[in-house]
C-alpha cells in the first residue's frame, strides 16, 4: 500500500501551516500526502513560544528557557513572574513551595503577580488562579471573585478590587492584613506588603490596614493627590500626581528617603527593604539597602527605555520598551539570572541550587544559586558538555579540555593539571570524574572515602556517577562497579546484577538501568528513594538527587519516586503530559528536556507547541489538540492506524515523519516507540 492510498483512508483534516501563509490551509485526507514534505519542514517549525526545559524542585525554570516579549514582570520574596505578549506565563527563581510550577490552565494570563511564595495570575476569562504555598489559604481566592480591577500579592496574603470597585482580601491574616477597614470599602488600586495593605481611593486618597509596626500604615496627613502605590516589606511607597514619591514606614536603610527633588516619577516598586522609582525618561532611580547590589545602577538599563520595574526582596528587576529585561541583586536561587534565550539546550546539568545548560552555539548559561561562584560562566567558554556539583560547575570545552568554575574548598575546581582529550565529564556533590576516549577515568576533589580513587580493575568505563561519597561505574563486560563511601550500602551492587546499560548516583543511593529495561536501586532509602514503583513501559533514562529518583520511559513519560521537600509528589503538568527527551537530577530539583516541536506539525500559531490543529469531523473549523508521541496519522489516538503507517514507511532512510527514536530510519525501535504509547488517547 502506498502512503498516498494509506494515507487517503483515514478520515481527518489536517491544518499546516506554510512560512508565509496568512492564515491555515486546511487539507483534506486526499491531499494530505501531497503536503508530507511541507508537515516535515516549513509547517513545523519550532515557535518562539515553545517551551523546552521545565525544572521543578529548589530552583524552578518553568518557561524560564524561552523569555521574550515581556509584558508586565513581577518579583517575590525569591521568584520571579513574567507574563508574556503572547499570554503565555513564565517563572524562575525559588521553587521550593511550587510557586514556579505555572499550571496549565494558566497558561493565558490577562495579569501576573508575585507574592512571598505563591504567585496569582487572572486569566483571559477573569478567573483567578494561584499556585505555590497555601499555608495559609492565599491560593484559595474567593468563589466570587472575577475578572478585577486590581490585584496584589503579600508575603502571605493577597488583595484585589472586584469589578464593581469593592476591596477583597484573603490568606493570612495574623495581622489584619486581610480585614478591609469600613472606611476602605472601595478603591481603585491596591498594594500589599509584608503584613499590611494599601488600597487607593477615586479621590486620590490612601487607606492602610494590617501591621502598623513601624508606621507603614501612617500615611502622612499631608499626603497630595496620589496616582499610584506600591508597598515594601515594611513600609509604603506613593507615587502622587505631581510625579514626586513619598514614603513612610520603617527606614533603617533608607528605602523611604525619596529625593525631595523628584518631580518625573512615573513608576514605583518596593522590596524587602528598597524602593525603586522609574522615571518618566526612561531611566530609574533606587535607594535603601544595598546589601546584594539591589539599588545599583546596572549597565544594560542605562538606555533610557525602562518601562517598569519591580522589585523581590533583596534583588530588581527592569523591563525596556522592547520587551526584555534585566534582574540584579541577590541570585541565591537563581531568581536574578534567567535570561532570553530561544536556544534548545544540547547538554543540562542540576547542581544543589544551580542549572547548566548549553546552547547550540556552545554557550553556556547558569541559573540558580550563585553564592560560590558557581554560575559565574566564564566568558571564553564554548562548551559541549557540562556537569555540576553540589557547589561547583565543570565544563568540556570544545577542544575537549576541562574547565571548572565555583567552590573549591575540596579541590573541585583544581583541574589545571588535567590535560585532556575527554569525552565526558560528571559532578558528585564535591568531586568529579571525566573519561577519555578510550574509556579511563580521571577523578579529582574531596577524597576522604576514596571516591576519587579510580579502581585498578576498571580499564574501561562505558557509564558513570558520582554522589556524594561513593563513585559507580560500568566497565566494558556491563557489571557495576563501585568505590568509596558505603555508609548506607550505596557502593556495593547486588550480588548477581544482570548487564547493565546505564548508572545514576544519588547522595547516598545508587540506580542501574538494566539491559533489559528494568530499574535497580540500592542504598539509603528513608524517602523511599531506592524502592522502584512499578513502571508501565520500559526505562531509557535514569537520574538521582538527594533523595529522589527519577526515571524516563521510552514512550516519552516520567515516572519520580521518593522524596523531594522542595517539590511536589508529581512532575509539573508540562512533564506530566509526556514528551519528553531527557532528565537530570540535582540535590533538590529536577529538569526535563521537552521533545521539539519538530516531531509534530504545531498548526496555526495560536496553537501552543506540542498541539496540531485537527478537524477530525471535517466541519471546517481545526482545533487545536495535544499530540501524542506515536500518533502518526494525528488523529489523536494512538491505534492500529498509525500501526499501518509505520508498516508503510518500515525501512526508510530519512523519512519525512514516523521517526520516533530520531535514529533517520524505521524499523523496530519506532515500533517499540508506538507500542508503548499505544492505546493513548487525547
Known sequence: MSIKSMLNRCSLQVVVVAASAASPTIL??????????SVASAS??????????TGWGLVGLSNADDIRDVVEVSAGMAH???RLENGRVACWGDDSFGQCDVPSLAAAAMKVVAGGRHTVSVLANGQVRCWGSNENGQCNPPFNLNAPLAIAAGYKHNAAIRSDSTIVCWGFNGWGQCTVPATAQFGVAIAAGKYHTIALRSNGSVSCWGLNSDHQCNPPPSLGPVAKIACGALHSIALLSDGSVRCWGYNIFGQCDAPSTLTNAADIAGGEYHTLVRLSNGHFIAFGSNSYGQTD???ELQQGDVEQVSAGFEFSIGKRSDGSFFAWGMRDVGQTNASESSSRPT???VGERHVLLVSPEARVRALGSNVYGQCDVPLSLFAIDVAAGARHSVALDVDHQLRCWGNNDAGQCDTHLLFGPFVRVVCGSFHSIASRPDGSLNAWGWNEFGQCSIPTNLAVAVDFAAGERHSLAIDSTRHVIGWGGNNFGQMLPPDGLAPASRIAAGTSHSVVLLADGDVL?????FAGESTVPPLPAPVQEIAAGSSHTVALLNNGNVVTWGSNPFAPPTPPGSVAAGRIEHIACGTWQTIALHMPCSESPTGPAECPCGEIALDSNEDGVADCVQYRRGDLNIDGAVNARDLVTLLALWGTADPPFGDLNNDGAIGAPDMVVLLGNWGNEL
Request: glycine share 2%; hydrophobic share 55%; charged share 10%.
Open 28 to 37: 483534506s485526507a486526499a491531499r494530505l500526502s501531497i503536503a508530507v514534505a
Open 44 to 53: 513545523i517549525e519550532r515557535t518562539a513560544s515553545a517551551q523546552t526545559v
Open 80 to 82: 520571579v513572574v513574567a
Open 297 to 299: 545602577q546596572p549597565k
Open 347 to 349: 547538554a543540562m546539568a
Open 521 to 525: 536501586c540500592w542504598g539509603s532509602n
